[in-house]
């Protein structure tokens, strides 16, 4: 006579082993489904970000990542440690030409961050109306006064130039500039804390009032700063509006020469700084006398390149030189910002005259993806994601282009954004999943 078999199952929790029978292991089983895999699964999406955005026919998802991700993972883990924590003050900036000026793009990623991880200010501002250009619709600084101006295309103008590209110069001592932000809900830009990027050399002091007159903070042009042309105050209150007024305190001092101002508020989370000038190319910034300097004073976190539009009017391309060109500048910035990653974002696709196909953003984009990869920094490709060559046709089918072939509206600007935050999102996503606490 033959007994009933005794089944069993052997298993391991945590590395401890465990051996029992067919339907004890049917009821653990269950509670496993039912209680740890649930928290198992839990713990893997927490600090994850969930994200996604209006995408066009001619958009290729599947494209839209970023390449070399991992070079970013310094800069991710802090995400996550705001995500998870909230103790974090991540500090991006962006660096570009006139599709970066205006800021739509670059308002569409900086809304995105600091919805998900926090809004710790409004970031680099820059003087661009009182210097006769275009200024971003986010805030509004003017004078009293009119200025000299001077933007980094112009390299061979006297004037210096630091962390915005664009420097405004009075002789006048009764100037005065008038700082104002602007909500964008649902996010608040007002600022309780201003570095003042400047020209100390002969300069005059400073001192920030209210609306109705209240002086608020001074700087004194005389004190030493761990950087040289900058000074940080802290204000009593957050506000939205503060006025920048010149105090001349001994003779020597002659001039204010302003090159941009940096609005924080005391809150964790990210601050997206996008720096653009009309008409950009790499060298020009590496030609800027204060630039490169002056970005380690933000601490970037990260920093993105967003240039190559100009360099790709020229036909045909000069690869060499343009690569030479790229190179210089980010070992100029890495020079300054050793441990901080840089990722460079491609230019889109655009016609030349108005009408023609550009081969050169064809050729830039090959050589960019080439110089990245040797170079190990990260990738996200704009031209690949929304078609590469001759996209720019779907662009303009699609109404997002302007008539001039080079610039878009701002549906467009903030598509691109979008991408741009969609793929940064995947990668973090990646990251947090294989993240180890």
């Not at 009764?174 to 990027?197: E, G, M, Q, R, V």
């Not at 630039?291 to 990260?302: G, I, S």
């Amino acid at each position: 006579m033959t007994g009933r078999r005794s089944i069993s199952s052997q298993f391991s929790v945590y590395g401890l082993r465990f051996s029992v029978g067919a339907v004890a292991f049917s009821a653990f089983c269950a509670f496993l489904l039912g209680n740890l895999i649930p928290l198992a699964c839990e713990a893997q999406h927490k600090g994850t970000v969930e994200f996604s955005c209006k995408k066009y026919p001619f958009v290729h998802e599947e494209r839209n990542e970023i390449v070399s991700a991992h070079v970013l993972d310094s800069f991710f883990n802090k995400l996550y440690l705001q995500k998870t924590k909230g103790d974090q003050r991540i500090h991006i900036l962006q660096i570009g030409d006139s599709h970066i000026q205006a800021d739509f793009l670059s308002a569409q990623v900086r809304t995105d961050f600091q919805s998900d991880f926090g809004n710790a200010g409004r970031g680099v501002v820059v003087p661009l109306r009182v210097a006769g250009s275009n200024e971003p619709f986010n805030y509004k600084i003017t004078s009293n006064v009119a200025c000299n101006s001077k933007r980094c295309v112009f390299v061979d103008r006297p004037m210096p130039i630091g962390i915005g590209g664009v420097t405004v110069t009075s002789t006048f001592d009764s100037i005065a500039f008038h700082i104002k932000t602007f909500d964008y809900p649902p996010l608040n830009y007002a600022f309780n804390k201003i570095t003042l990027f400047y020209q100390k050399d002969s300069s005059f002091d400073f001192h920030f009032e209210d609306s109705l007159g209240h002086t608020l903070a001074g700087i004194k042009s005389s004190l030493v700063d761990r950087f040289p042309n900058v000074s940080t105050v802290q204000l009593p209150a957050l506000t939205n509006d503060v006025i920048l007024k010149a105090d001349k305190t001994s003779p020597d001092q002659n001039n204010a020469t302003v090159f941009g101002l940096n609005l924080e508020n005391d809150s964790s989370g990210v601050i997206f700084s996008s720096v653009g000038v009309n008409g950009a190319e790499a060298y020009q910034y590496v030609r800027a006398k204060f630039f490169a300097e002056e970005t380690q004073v933000l601490r970037p976190d990260l920093i993105v390149i967003s240039l190559g539009t100009n360099e790709g009017q020229k036909i045909p391309l000069d690869k060499e030189l343009t690569r030479s060109r790229f190179d210089s500048l980010i070992r100029q910035l890495k020079s300054y910002n050793p441990s901080t990653p840089i990722l460079l974002t491609m230019p889109p696709d655009s016609y030349t005259r108005k009408k023609y196909y550009n081969p050169s953003i064809a050729a830039i984009h090959e050589l960019l993806v080439q110089y990245a990869k040797e170079n190990h920094i990260a990738v996200w490709d704009l031209y690949s994601v929304t078609g590469g060559e001759k996209s720019c046709y779907q662009w303009r089918k699609y109404g997002l282009m302007r008539k001039d072939g080079v610039h878009f509206i701002r549906a467009g600007y903030e598509l691109q954004g979008n991408l741009f935050y969609e793929a940064i999102i995947k990668a973090y996503n990646n990251y947090v999943g294989h993240r180890h606490s």
